[in-house]
Nanobody, 118 residues
């Protein structure tokens, strides 16, 4: 099992910045890809950014150039630096991970609220 705990959400004005953190515990030795999804009210959950164990990244087009994902394997932590935030970035942000040994199964955190005011 893998447990994911997010932190760093909050309220920020448009144009501001926030940094989200996701700490993983449990069977972290074989985590493959880890990253962030978000869900706004009335909308489906969508990919924000992911990073592989080797450091390959993938971003949603809507956040490219504004968000940066990074990973500290020694600390089992992934970060999402969010700059130039827009009101449309308002959502609950969820940490997500998968493991080499459990293909096709996703682990999720409880989510952290990000609210961007105009």
């Amino acid at each position: 099992q893998v447990q994911l705990v997010e932190s760093g959400g909050g309220l920020v004005q448009a144009g501001g910045s926030l940094r989200l953190s996701c700490s993983a515990s449990g069977s972290t030795f074989d985590i493959n890809r880890i990253g962030w999804y978000r869900q706004a009210p009335g909308k489906q959950r969508e990919l924000v950014a992911t990073i592989s164990r080797g450091g390959s990244t993938n971003y949603a087009d809507s956040v490219k150039g504004r968000f940066t994902i990074s990973r500290d394997n020694a600390k089992n932590t992934v970060y999402l630096q969010m700059n130039s935030l827009k009101p449309e970035d308002t959502a609950v942000y969820y940490c997500n991970a998968d493991r080499f040994s459990v293909p096709g199964y996703d682990y999720w955190g409880q989510g952290t609220q990000v609210t961007v005011s105009s």
